[in-house]
């Protein structure tokens, strides 16, 4: 049986999403920190490197020590305090590991969500298109993504007064923003498909009544196909 058009539009959509997010997840540049002494750094949910002009000087004092043209990136995880000039430590920890947590939830639902729509397209017996719960299931977990998102994006939006957000915080908000129109599209498809079968069977005889009184054999119905 063919793939419904507006699952299959919603599940592109989605994987779009999981791209966009784990793009953003992986890059140094979500907010540009200023230092206490003037420098300014570019720091990610999972690194950290200098930023501009301290980029630079550090390259070329590297090469003068002979070790190369290096970018000098730090790997940070759950728990760092990389705050920036008057920024609170526990603060900016709590928001990173909050956006590290929220990244990391929204990338297993959007997974999970491709997953079951790729058994649908197997017709496997415990699951096949026709299955109440495939529909549902795939849009829970793109809503769930959507929300998971929202709530880091929301606890990050402001770290400090001379912290700003990078292009990686905007990448981030596009992934939310297409995982919530995938999980609107299937629960619109979901809710549009129950009112057709909540309609009455519409049941259509040809000939007419009037013909009833001489028996025919080729009568003909048309129902609702739900």
């Not at 919530?180 to 259509?204: K, V």
Request: with cysteine.
């Amino acid at each position: 049986m063919a793939v419904r058009r507006l699952v299959a539009a919603a599940v592109a959509v989605a994987l779009l999403s999981l791209v966009l997010n784990n793009v953003a997840a992986f890059t140094p540049s979500w907010v540009l920190q200023a230092l206490e002494d003037g420098r300014k750094r570019s720091v990610g949910l999972w690194r950290m490197c200098p930023a501009g002009a301290e980029r630079g000087r550090d390259d070329l004092q590297a090469a003068g020590r002979g070790h190369g043209t290096q970018r000098h990136c730090t790997a940070i995880g759950w728990g760092s305090e990389f705050a920036g000039y008057q920024e609170s430590r526990s603060t900016v920890k709590l928001q990173f590991n909050m956006m590290r947590a929220c990244n990391l939830i929204a990338t297993v639902a959007l997974t999970a969500g491709q997953l079951i729509f790729l058994l649908g397209l197997m017709e496997l017996p415990f699951v096949t298109q026709e299955s109440q719960w495939w529909e549902e299931a795939i849009a829970a977990l793109f809503q769930l993504a959507s929300f998971v998102l929202v709530i880091g994006l929301v606890t990050f939006y402001r770290i400090g007064p001379y912290t700003h957000l990078s292009y990686s915080c905007y990448v981030n908000i596009a992934a939310c923003l297409l995982a919530t129109m995938a999980a609107a599209m299937l629960i619109w498809n979901i809710l549009h498909r129950r009112d057709d079968c909540l309609a009455p069977r519409l049941i259509i005889f040809s000939p007419p009544l009037a013909s009833a009184f001489h028996p025919r054999l080729d009568n003909e119905y048309v129902e609702s196909p739900c």
